[in-house]
Nanobody, 128 residues
Framework: EVRLVESGGGLVQAGGSLRLSCAFS????????IGWFRQAPGKEREGVSC????????YYEDSVKGRFTISGDHAKNTVYLQMHSLKPEDTAVYYC?????????????????????WGEGTLVTVSS
């Protein structure tokens, strides 16, 4: 059974930091792309960041570049999203998702469309 479980969300003041964790099971990390998505109230879900387990390729959505860092721990089957300099507009439910790696020309598109497995999300609230 495939499972992805997010944790680490919470309430933080603007300018603060949080580290989200996505613990997964049921598939081998070595052959998957794992991404973070978020959905703010009243808005569509958007991709935030993604990492390829095979070669470490990453992408970041423009608004989080330089503030967020995605990383993976193969031994712990966990992917992290370190978030710094948080802004009120980062407030959202953050989800992790995974899909099996295959050839991709555009890693951002590969991650954004076609994720197979999803977690249930963790809420991040950034107060001003």
């Amino acid at each position: 059974e495939v499972r992805l479980v997010e944790s680490g969300g919470g309430l933080v003041q603007a300018g603060g930091s949080l580290r989200l964790s996505c613990a997964f099971s049921g598939f081998p990390f070595d052959y998957y792309a794992i991404g973070w998505f978020r959905q703010a109230p009243g808005k569509e879900r958007e991709g935030v960041s993604c990492i390829s387990s095979s070669d470490g390729t990453t992408y970041y959505e423009d608004s989080v570049k330089g503030r967020f860092t995605i990383s993976g721990d193969h031994a712990k089957n966990t992917v992290y999203l370190q978030m710094h300099s948080l802004k009120p507009e980062d407030t959202a439910v953050y989800y992790c998702a995974a899909r099996e790696l295959s050839y991709y020309g555009d890693f951002r598109k590969f991650c954004t469309y076609g994720m197979t497995y999803w977690g249930e999300g963790t809420l991040v609230t950034v107060s001003s």
